[in-house]
């Protein structure tokens, strides 16, 4: 009687388990303990059934045992596999040589474990979802009746929570896609050049050009400081271009080293390096009868330079490892805040590729060449931050506008985003009305404690975090919300704040 309650139990605590890893682990926990077992693994099909992957282990491994690799389910000569693909349950004896998988659940402690027992986890309708090996300190050529039927019914747990893991993959990806059409949907009546915000002589030239260029299907380079807007320049042309239905990609080509950039863009080939374990089309294909914008082009590694000038000239890419290249209908836009002539001339540039690219340059003025656009700007951005913050009627004080008109903005839009940003959370809630103060005290704060570049961003960053948890009362999930980081991040930073 004993034994069915302890059975009971541990049904229990399969019941309660979420996710597929957390509910194998207890599987093996409750079948080393029912079976007074040496050692348990559970092995799982891969998504494509290739490969067996162990899932759940007990005991555990120590942090410096060697990493779990996968098991060929082709491989019969594995009793794991034979397991799998016979559907029967078979034992063998352990000796000097083990097979990979029982090298997994066994990690060499073999004076321990004498026999190995592997059962396959039958789900319902006779899905075979994987397998349980136990390791045993003595000969067993089954497990007992009470384990098989605690295996059975976990297996239909484990099946259903496999199911429930894939659903919220779909359902998450669905709500992405979901998201990035909320994006892109725009009132008929609005331009999509109307993004460009702001009325000076510069801007307007800007903006016209964009209009233009977007009815021409040619490269263009957008060049200009940082946070002067490139990337809102670029998905104007886009949206106002013949092509605004098909797919809009961007990729920093500053933020991959040129092994792993090669293969985002032009894709690779299964098995043509060491983790390329499936086919990859790269973001070329993934545009085609779209634009592509490469930010930051002015980084771009010499050698993958001369892979994107055929792309241009040929309009084929071929994938790394491949022989066959692939047609491709895109549109290349290029950003950099690079002098470009200068990279040209050292030789960091290809020339060929500087004019393939530079068809039409458009040079993005400073927000100093514009400070008669600070009003439109930050109309615009204060209506976003109402929203976020719900703030309703936010304004900015006449002291600070004249304080605001004075400043140099080296950081350009995102610069004066930024500090409205912070200035509406160092204003008192019940306080529309941005003051002068509130663009000041924060870096007033900062400049007074801290000497060294690592004190300043500290004591600016903790500055922000405590003066967002006044605004939220210290709700720390919203907090994070707000700041755009892992509410586990925020706790961390809030901890080491605690410390100093």
């Known amino acids: 009687m004993s034994e069915i309650c302890t059975v009971r139990d541990w049904g ?24 007074g077992a040496f050692a348990a693994g559970i092995f799982l099909f891969d998504q494509g059934r290739e490969s067996l992957l162990l899932t759940g282990l007990y005991p555990e491994k120590r942090v410096d045992d060697e990493p779990s690799r996968d098991i060929p389910a082709w491989k019969l000569e594995d009793p794991l596999a034979f397991c799998v693909h016979s559907g029967q349950s078979c034992s063998v004896p352990l000796d000097l040589t083990l097979a990979p998988s ?32 136990v390791a045993c300190p003595s000969r067993k050529q089954a497990l007992s009746m009470d384990v098989q039927l605690l295996c059975d019914y976990a297996a239909a747990v484990l099946d259903g929570r496999i199911r429930a893991c894939q659903h919220q993959t779909i359902v ?41 260029l977007s009815g021409h299907d040619v490269p263009v380079l957008i060049t200009g400081e940082t946070g002067t807007g490139k990337e809102v320049v670029a998905t104007a042309i886009h949206c106002a271009s013949a092509r605004c239905h098909g797919p809009f990609v961007q990729i920093n080509c ?46 771009m590694p010499l050698e993958v ?27 290349i836009l290029a950003a950099t805040n690079m002098d470009m002539t ?18 039409f340059h458009l040079k993005l003025p400073s927000l100093r060449e514009r400070v008669e656009d600070l009003p439109l700007l930050a109309r615009h951005h204060l209506a976003q931050l109402a929203m976020r913050y719900q703030r309703p009627r936010l304004n900015i004080a006449p002291d600070a506008w004249t304080m605001l008109r004075a400043l140099p903005y080296p950081g350009n839009v995102r610069e004066f985003f930024s500090m409205l ?4 959370i160092m204003t008192d809630k019940r306080n529309a009305m941005l003051g002068k103060q509130a663009f000041t005290e924060v870096d007033a704060a900062v ?45 961390y930073k809030l901890q080491q704040m605690k410390m100093s």
Request: net charge neutral; charged share 25%; glycine share 6%.
């Open 447 to 491: 400049e007074s404690d801290a000497k060294t570049l690592p004190e300043l961003v500290s004591a600016y960053e903790s500055s922000i975090i405590m003066n967002v948890m006044k605004f939220y009362d210290g709700k720390t999930r919203h907090v994070a919300t707000a700041l755009g980081i892992p509410k586990r991040t925020l706790n």
């Open 421 to 424: 940003e912070r200035a509406v």
């Open 305 to 331: 330079q001369a892979k994107l000038l055929r792309v241009l000239q040929e309009h084929t890419v071929r994938p790394v490892g491949d022989v066959r290249f692939h047609a491709v209908n895109i549109r």
């Open 254 to 299: 500053a933020a991959l080293p040129p092994t792993l950039l090669e293969s985002e863009l032009f894709g690779h080939r299964k098995g043509a390096f060491s983790s390329a374990n499936s086919d990859h089309h790269g973001l070329f294909r993934s545009a085609n009868g779209g634009t592509i914008l490469l930010d930051e082009i002015g980084e």
């Open 342 to 359: 200068s990279a040209v001339e050292t030789g960091r540039f290809r020339r060929d590729l500087y004019h393939r690219l530079a068809v």
């Open 172 to 212: 998450h990806s669905l709500q992405e896609d979901l998201g990035r059409l909320e994006q892109k949907k725009q009132d008929p009546s609005v331009r999509p050049e109307n993004s460009i915000i702001g009325q000076s002589e510069a801007i307007e030239t800007v903006r016209s050009m964009a209009l233009t």
């Open 12 to 35: 229990k605590r399969l019941r309660s388990c979420e996710s597929p890893a957390e509910t194998a682990c207890c599987i093996a926990k409750a079948v080393v303990d029912l079976a």
């Open 102 to 133: 029982l090298d997994l659940v066994v990690g060499g402690r073999t004076g321990h474990a004498k026999w190995v027992v592997v059962e396959p986890l039958i789900a319902p309708e006779s899905k075979i979802i994987g397998a349980i090996m």
